[in-house]
């Protein structure tokens, strides 16, 4: 019973997997990108604990660069988190050594979601960081963030 137990939990693990290595081959928005495993699988990952401008709203676009130029054509690599409320894939994604979801955050890109990061955590510190020097989306005194744009039915 305990070999079968082993079997069923090694399976799960490598059904879901812990984590990713590959290629980012696409960039959706400020918050979402595809990478592309050895195998030549594509994986839909969204960036964990951050919520960026819809490509709609003010930013939008300049947010999708961001992560453009922080990962797209780069290795990166994904450590699952767990699904977010839509149900999608979330992880964190270091890009060329570089720490996807933080950086989006402390270039103003992007929001640290108020419900997954609290004071001391390093995306919260970014948050802090990009809000001072009103980077970004701090520079807009107007600036909505996407989980309220996105309320008023857009």
Known sequence: MRWVLLLITLFARSAFGDSISGTVVTVI???TLIVQDAA???????????????????????????LAALCYKKEAHVE?????????????????GRDANEEQVRRGMAWASPKA??????????????????????????????????AQEH
């Open 29 to 31: 928005d400020g918050d």
């Open 117 to 150: 990061t609290g004071p001391g955590s390093a995306l919260y510190e970014a948050e802090a960081y990009a809000r001072l020097r009103m980077i970004g989306l701090w520079a807009d005194e107007k600036a909505l963030p996407p989980w309220e744009w996105r």
């Open 80 to 96: 699952w988190s767990k699904s977010d409320s839509n149900g999608r894939k979330a992880g964190h994604v270091t890009c060329a």
């Open 40 to 66: 030549k699988k594509r994986h839909r990952v969204r960036l964990a604990e951050i919520d960026a401008p819809e490509p709609k709203q003010p930013l939008g676009v300049r947010s999708a660069r961001s």
